[in-house]
């Protein structure tokens, strides 16, 4: 089934409720209060909404966002749908500001909270370490944007790269990224990364960095290209996928997501990694991406408040 915007899921509510119970209970309601499958009622009557179940067994009503992040929220579900497809399907990201003209919200403020729920369900919970016997690792370090205290400034009134957000990737050659918001990319948290989250038996490539000097402890065998001496391909040695990846990125946060708060950068961090690990490349359209990120809004209700002024 092709989930293109014409689809009644984007503007009937019936379309929208039913297509997601149909993803979120694909063997049947299933009660979120005591886990019973296939043993609930609809609730009827004219004071009840539709979409509203009883459970049989232990009798407590709830609807299908019920532990999810579209749960408690008073936009309708045709439209999270919607913002959860645009969110999938723009490659360098939508901001708030788009889906807020797009959407008919009254308030900016719905469609920016909304866009992070969303992220939260974007964030990959139990990440498992890449590499191992594929085609090898790239890793490499991004600065841009100031950080949220005064910026520093270089002799020259240059930003200097700590006063800079510090971006540390790792890319596996035709598989998965993840990335992280460092502090500071320093020599301990780059060996930290590679430890926690690069398999040891994995080829790693990195340019030659002083940074990534002592990588070769934790991983099988690590391949330095000299950036230095102007050295950008040597066979199978490079680091172009990281650098792809980070033109991605880097486009995505000065074209769209300009005014992100360092204090939310993680949350778009994720949404990046969460698109480049669900790319066409890899069998995953933008139906696929959606609909996996409608399953992924479970068991993720969003843990922080209403708090913080800035907003992208
Ligand atoms: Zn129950």
Redesign the pocket.
């Given at each position: 089934m092709a989930y293109d915007l014409t689809n009644p899921i984007y503007n009937d509510e019936e379309a929208a409720r039913k297509h997601f119970e149909g993803i979120r209970w694909p063997h049947g309601v299933s009660?979120p209060?005591?886990g019973?499958v296939d043993n609930s009622v609809e609730m009827q009557g004219k004071s009840t909404r539709a979409g509203v179940y009883k459970?049989r067994?232990?009798r407590?009503p709830f609807t299908a966002t019920v532990g999810t992040v579209y749960e408690r929220s008073k936009i309708p579900m045709h439209k999270w749908l919607l913002a959860t497809h645009l969110i999938c399907a723009s490659k360098k990201g939508i901001s708030a500001h788009q889906l807020f003209r797009m959407l008919g919200f009254g308030s900016y403020r719905t469609a920016w909270f909304m866009a992070h729920r969303i992220r939260e369900a974007m964030t990959d919970v139990a990440p498992a370490p890449i590499g191992g016997g594929g085609e090898g690792v790239e890793m490499d370090e991004t600065y841009f944007g100031p950080k949220n205290e005064i910026v520093k400034r270089t002799k020259k009134g240059k930003a200097s790269h700590s006063s800079k957000r510090s971006v540390v990737v790792l890319v596996e050659r035709k598989g998965k990224t993840k990335m992280f918001h460092v502090e500071r990319a320093d020599k301990k948290t780059v060996l930290d990364i590679i430890r926690d989250h690069v398999k040891p038996e994995t080829k790693l490539y990195t340019d030659d960095s002083a940074l990534y000097w002592e990588a070769s402890a934790f991983v099988a065998n690590h391949s330095v290209v000299k950036h230095t001496a102007g050295e950008y391909v040597r066979g199978i040695s490079h680091t172009n996928t990281v650098e792809g990846l980070f033109g991605v990125f880097k486009r995505g946060m000065k074209g769209t997501y300009q005014h992100c708060g360092e204090q939310h950068l993680h949350r778009y961090l994720s949404e990046f990694e969460f698109r480049y690990n669900n790319r066409d490349k890899l069998g995953c359209d933008d139906n696929a991406r959606t609909e996996k990120l409608i399953k992924a809004t479970e068991g993720k209700r969003l843990t922080y408040q209403q708090v913080g002024s800035r907003a992208a």
């Open positions: 009660c209060h005591c019973t459970c067994d232990c407590k």
